[in-house]
């Protein structure tokens, strides 16, 4: 039967092996799982005892999202009303276009990018311009500049962004702000914001946009720093009751479940255990860069808990090669980038197996070539 034209055009999810299908496949006893940029020091400790009771509870709708809520509104001196929880942030990035883009709506991001921002708006019949990075990997200020100053219906980008790990400063932000047309809803996704603010450059985007009288949502996820990625919980702030009240017209009734809620709250009392995480991770990011740059290859910067690289082999053949020896990365499909990879950074042991098995495939691909010409 045939579907509405808006989706048959879009690509299938690109979700990658799991574990255990890895080791079926390739036959390996055990796998580095470096692919999705989980967090490999999971929750915080109180989160044990947060699921504690779960079993009593599960007969009954959930109904501990008024209590995370009100937790999160206080944390972030957000009214709750403000505040709108998803299935994941994927969940609320797919919610976003379904509210508020009508076919032929045009909508800006930024390529690479992460696909949903741009798949679920296209979903909805919205006409998306990615704008590429700069060759050295950064946002390309000018060019979004040109390309949000035309009419426009949504911006949507993550900072840092995913996969390239880049961040726009506040400078850039302001200006980019400054120059979307005053009714453009901006939507800015803060998955990786954990990791960034380590970084004194990272800006408050919700301060930059509440200065201003627009139209704006901020993304959050407990799937990164929090290490809730298999619960599937992440919220938006937005900038006014109106478009969360909308948001939660559009919302599954009852669209996050009682585990990722009591969990979710479990792990706001641990911000101990997310900041050591935190730290740990950027401080192996920067090693695991070096080595990386010592086998010759181009790496972009990253403020998230993953990096992006480029090697001469196609991304597609590089992580099939690693999937051999059972590391799984993410190589991206994107037209232009298809040389690149994205790897998250893991325990110390995992990314020191990944570099192993990377410095061996590198030559044994460079020999096969040289045997080959
Ligand atoms: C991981 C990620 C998300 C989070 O997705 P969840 O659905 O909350 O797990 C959102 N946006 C970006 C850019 C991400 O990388």
Request: net charge negative.
């Amino acid at each position: 039967m045939a579907c509405r034209p808006e989706i048959a055009r879009l690509p299938p999810y690109n979700a990658g092996l799991g574990t255990e299908a890895v080791k079926a496949r390739y036959g390996v006893a055990s796998v580095v799982k470096l692919g999705s940029n989980e967090n490999p020091y999971g929750p915080p400790p109180g989160v044990k005892a947060a699921l504690a009771g779960l079993v009593e509870q599960v007969a009954l709708y959930p109904e501990a999202d008024v209590k995370l809520r009100s937790l999160l509104a206080a944390e972030l001196g957000e009214a709750e009303a403000r505040i709108v929880l998803g299935n994941g942030s994927e969940q609320i990035i797919r919610m976003i276009p379904e509210a508020y883009v009508s076919p032929g709506d045009r909508v800006v991001t930024v390529v690479p990018s992460f696909g949903l921002h741009i798949l679920d708006a296209e979903a909805m019949g919205g006409v998306v311009e990615a704008v590429p990075v700069t060759r050295d990997c950064a946002f390309d200020l000018t060019a979004l500049i040109e390309a949000v100053s035309k009419p426009l219906k949504m911006l949507i980008f993550a900072n840092p962004s995913n996969p390239v790990g880049c961040m726009m400063g506040e400078a850039d932000l302001r200006a980019l702000i400054d120059a979307c047309p005053q009714d453009c809803l901006i939507v800015v996704d803060e998955a990786y914001r954990e990791y960034a603010e380590i970084d004194p450059a990272y800006p408050q985007a919700r301060e930059i946009l509440r200065a201003q009288s627009r139209p704006w949502i901020v993304l959050r996820t407990f799937s990164k720093a929090y290490g809730l990625a298999g619960l599937r919980i992440g919220y938006a702030v937005a900038s006014c009751e109106e478009i969360a009240r909308t948001l939660g017209t559009v919302r599954d009734p009852f669209n996050t479940n009682i585990a990722a809620q009591l969990a979710a709250i479990g792990a706001l009392q641990g911000m101990e255990h997310v900041r050591q995480g935190v730290e740990r991770t950027v401080r192996d990011r920067e090693a695991v860069r070096e080595r990386l740059e010592r086998l010759g290859l181009a790496v972009a910067p990253s403020l998230g808990n993953f990096l992006f690289f480029r090697t001469a082999v196609s991304s597609g053949e590089l992580a099939e090669r690693l999937l051999r020896h059972g590391v799984i990365v993410k190589p991206w499909k994107e037209t232009g980038y298809t040389n690149w990879t994205r790897v998250s950074i893991g325990l110390p042991e995992e990314n020191e197996r990944f570099l192993a098995v990377l410095s061996v495939v590198l030559e044994s691909v460079a020999a096969q070539e040289t045997v080959e010409a």
